[in-house]
């Protein structure tokens, strides 16, 4: 990795010169790396926290003015508990994964001696664009080495000095690997996003991760393919037949295990009838734990009978709004599933797809309940990346699915979706091979036919 100030057309062709180093190197030389990497910033423990400890004093400050919000400062602690080793962990997690890079797809004998193959292979030079998050680095690095893919980092400047530690650390690795130092850079150099999103003759895919501010500016701002979602408004809805407990433990963590994450539930719908069985539980732990409700007027009115004066004085009137706001704090909008007397179970369920498709930002969504076919109705109807049934919507998560850790999680429809680790990093070429044919030799009444034959890929 580089620390650079070179100019974006410098720093873009670098990149993407080094890409096509890193892209032919053996999986043994890219593992070795972030063995390195793993190595080194473990050593440099101590002095990257303490550049961490600087920039939330720094940080801080803004947030008590008003400069900063509260989210964003809680995303840049990379001392909150776990969040140092699920870094470092995941390094080992990426390195331990199968290679992606070579795998056979597809095999077609498409006539004797002409062979068609479809084989994985890294996307090229990756941007990635980036609010606090420190250990965004550690985690594009072990990714993007892995997959064979050069990548420019941007960072915030609320976590400067952190960048620069973590980099330290990577970079002086990286010297002692196969790894092309230019294959990972760091841009310091401020006001260059603007021209990096121009370099679309050399960078071939942009990440941003940070605030819908952030992302849609990007976004309207490229001619590069770009990655990622704007809002994390997630919902979970409960059905009258779920198991209660479960319930309570679900809400709990889908909201307050990590507010400020993209994958925190912001609406909860809750079928009418789950209103006296189910709800008072949740919402009396909820308000236990400081979290802020914000009821409808079903759900409040019978939230008011059931609950002691003291909490029920606690609870809020939702507006309209609400149901279109991703808090990233412990906020928590409800919404009354109704459904027509002696409907059949499925319409709720439908009720309650339809508002999630018009409200929700296509991340993450759950459904709580005991109904297996109900279960699969919501699954199939839901369109949003990932789509749970009876589990917390905060197992969105690349370290969680097994991916070692994440880029970031993609709403597209297109090339990759959810949480994105290897896989999502990697296209693919088609390879033809033969002994001299050519196009004019096939088709019409004399010419050869194809012969179009699936090959085994073993």
């Known amino acids: 990795m580089s620390l650079t100030d070179s100019s974006p057309a410098q720093i873009a062709k670098a990149a993407s010169v080094a890409s096509r180093n890193l892209a032919t190197l053996p999986s043994t030389d890219r593992n070795n790396a972030l063995t390195a990497i793993h190595q080194s910033l473990s050593l440099a423990k101590e002095s990257i926290l ?25 995303r840049l602690d990379l001392g909150r508990p776990g969040k140092w080793e699920d870094m470092l962990q995941g390094i080992l997690d990426v390195r331990d994964l199968e290679d992606p890079l070579g795998k056979l797809t597809l095999k077609t ?33 072990a990714l993007a080495i892995k997959s064979g893919n050069a990548a420019i980092l941007k960072g915030g400047k609320e976590s400067t000095a952190s960048f620069h530690a973590i980099s330290s650390g990577i970079s002086s690795a990286l010297t002692t690997t196969a790894v092309p130092n230019a294959a990972i850079q760091l841009v310091t150099t401020r ?45 979970i809805y409960i059905h009258p037949d779920a198991d209660p407990d479960p319930c309570v433990r ?45 009821c409808d007027d079903a759900s409040k009115q019978s939230l008011s009978t059931s609950l002691p004066t003291d909490k029920s004085a606690l609870l809020q009137d939702a507006v ?17 599933v109704i459904a027509p007397a002696n409907a059949p179970e499925d319409v709720a369920v439908s009720l309650a797809v339809a508002h999630i498709n018009a409200h929700s930002s296509h991340h993450t969504d759950a ?47 297109i090339h990759a979706r959810g949480p994105v680790g290897l896989e999502g990093l990697c296209i693919y070429k088609y390879a033809v091979s033969g002994n001299g044919q050519v196009a004019a030799d096939y088709g019409g009444s004399v010419g050869k036919k194809w012969k179009h034959e699936s090959l085994s890929m073993d």
Request: charged share 20%.
């Open 109 to 141: 004998l498409l006539d004797h001696g002409l062979v068609l193959e479809r084989i994985t292979c890294p996307i090229g030079v990756l941007l990635i664009i980036f609010e606090a998050r420190p250990e965004v680095i550690a985690n594009i690095a």
């Open 250 to 294: 679900i809400l709990l963590d889908s909201k307050l295990g990590y507010p400020a994450a993209c994958n925190s539930v912001e609406t909860l719908l809750v079928h009418q009838k789950a209103l006296r069985s189910h709800l008072p539980a949740i919402v009396s732990a909820l308000l236990e734990k400081g979290c802020s409700i914000r």
């Open 320 to 336: 309209e709004e609400d149901y279109d706001t991703e808090f990233l704090s412990p906020i928590l909008a409800i919404k009354t």
């Open 191 to 235: 006001d260059v996003i603007a021209s990096l999103l121009e370099c679309d003759n050399h960078i071939d895919l942009v990440i941003p991760r940070g605030s819908n501010e952030l992302v849609r500016y990007v976004k309207a701002s490229t001619r590069i393919p770009v990655l990622g979602h704007a809002d994390g408004l997630c919902h």
């Open 367 to 413: 459904i709580l309940t005991s109904s297996t076919s109900l279960a699969q109705q919501f699954q199939a109807s839901v369109d949003s990346a990932c789509v749970f049934w009876n589990t917390s919507t905060r197992m969105a998560d690349g370290m969680r699915f097994g991916f070692g850790t994440e880029v970031g999680i993609s709403t597209n429809k």
């Open 50 to 74: 303490e550049a961490n400890a600087r920039d939330l004093s720094l940080a801080s400050k803004a947030a008590e003015d008003g400069q900063l919000s509260q989210s964003v400062l809680k």
